[in-house]
């Protein structure tokens, strides 16, 4: 599967919002959804997006009940965990899903889970092999938070509830669980950062200050093939 390039010009452009737990991942992929250019064929996609029997019926079987999923994974045993969260990842990306669109938002992707089962399970080798089956996305945006204010966004949002997944995963749920296990994360996510060349984003600001700097970044990539509403 390709996304666009020169070898593949009309597959769509891959765009990635990555960060820790709390950043506005998921509220940046939907502003930026709104506000490219409403002639364009946008695509969200998140891993999670698999529970939906309308778009992937071949996961029918894990039922609805995204609350209990995410807890059970927080019980998985260490090498399951890391193929299944891989596995829900790699599969959203159907291609009945991304073809015919111009721009995919991959909400999250590959990065958190990455730097979360390198240390949850110590098996980079596994973790690495998986990312190779990861396409790659056109840009990534990595939006940067301190953890105390991932922390503070995260136990504001009634509708998401903690689990140990996002705490080291220690059942506590503490402040000081979370805090730990996302700085390690962020760390993580630094140093990819630099070495990838993602975009790195002030998390902290506006969401509108954050949408149009992204914005701004995607026209510049690809103003000359498809319009942005900047």
């Known amino acids: 599967m390709f996304f666009n390039s020169d070898t ?8 990635a919002f990555v960060g820790n737990d709390g950043t506005g991942k998921s509220t940046m992929s939907k502003a930026v ?4 250019a409403p002639d364009s064929r946008v695509r969200r996609v998140d891993k999670w997006d698999v529970l939906r029997d309308d778009i992937y019926p071949e996961y029918a079987f894990m039922g ?20 299944f969260l891989f596995w829900t990842l790699h599969g959203t990306l159907k291609p009945e899903v991304v073809e015919g669109a111009d721009f995919i938002l991959l909400d999250g992707y590959w ?19 998986a990312v190779k089956l990861m396409p790659q996305a056109n840009l990534t945006f990595y939006l940067d938070l301190d953890p105390a204010e991932s922390w503070r966004r995260r136990t504001a949002d009634p509708d998401i509830p903690l689990v140990p997944y996002e705490c080291g995963l220690d059942p506590s749920l503490s402040e000081a669980a979370f ?5 390690a994360v962020r760390n993580q996510l630094v140093e990819w950062s630099d070495s990838y060349g993602w975009h790195r984003i002030d998390a902290a600001r506006t969401q509108d200050e954050i949408c149009q700097q992204v914005l ?4 510049q990539a690809v103003g000359k093939k ?3 509403a900047v």
């Open 8 to 15: 593949a010009p009309d597959a769509p452009f891959a765009i």
């Open 33 to 36: 959804q709104k506000r490219l």
């Open 64 to 83: 609805d009940d995204l609350p209990q999923l995410r807890r059970c994974t927080s019980n998985m045993q260490e090498t399951t965990r890391t193929l």
């Open 111 to 129: 990065p958190k889970h990455a730097a979360s089962e390198m240390r949850y399970s110590g098996q980079s080798g596994l973790v690495r092999e």
């Open 179 to 183: 805090m730990e296990h996302q700085t």
């Open 216 to 219: 701004e970044i995607v026209d």
């Open 226 to 228: 498809m319009h942005v």
